[in-house]
Nanobody
Framework: RAHVLESGGGSVHPGDSLRLSCTVDAYYVCLAWFRQAPGQEREGVATIDKWGTTRYGDSVKGRFIASYDQDKKTMWLQMDMLKPVDSAVYYC??????????????????????WGQGTQVTVSS
């Protein structure tokens, strides 16, 4: 069974920053971040491939940055200028196909075959 583990969530104020980490147990070519708020559908946040090519959901562009070190089997999500609407459980995910990072399909939950357990991020004043 594949292991994907997120860490780094917490409670912060609007405008603050957080950095999430995801450790995986294989040398994946493409990884993704998703999030899900209560009562909402799971939303694609970012994809990144081993070459550092990224793609972001519209709601986080310009504020979140994904990075990935394949040798360390670790992915990060730097989240700046956090807003209350960013509050959600954040999931690290592995797409079924490496090509998912080449298109917006990677930001769709249907493209994912492995999910982490999630880490809670709460942004409130």
């Amino acid at each position: 069974r594949a292991h994907v583990l997120e860490s780094g969530g917490g409670s912060v104020h609007p405008g603050d920053s957080l950095r999430l980490s995801c450790t995986v147990d294989a040398y994946y070519v493409c990884l993704a971040w998703f999030r899900q708020a209560p009562g909402q559908e799971r939303e694609g946040v970012a994809t990144i491939d081993k070459w550092g090519t990224t793609r972001y959901g519209d709601s986080v562009k310009g504020r979140f940055i994904a990075s990935y070190d394949q040798d360390k089997k670790t992915m990060w999500l730097q989240m700046d200028m956090l807003k209350p609407v960013d509050s959600a459980v954040y999931y690290c995910a592995v797409p079924t196909l490496d090509s998912a990072c080449s298109s917006a399909d990677g930001l769709q939950p249907r493209s994912i075959s492995i999910w982490g357990q999630g880490t809670q991020v709460t942004v409130s004043s």
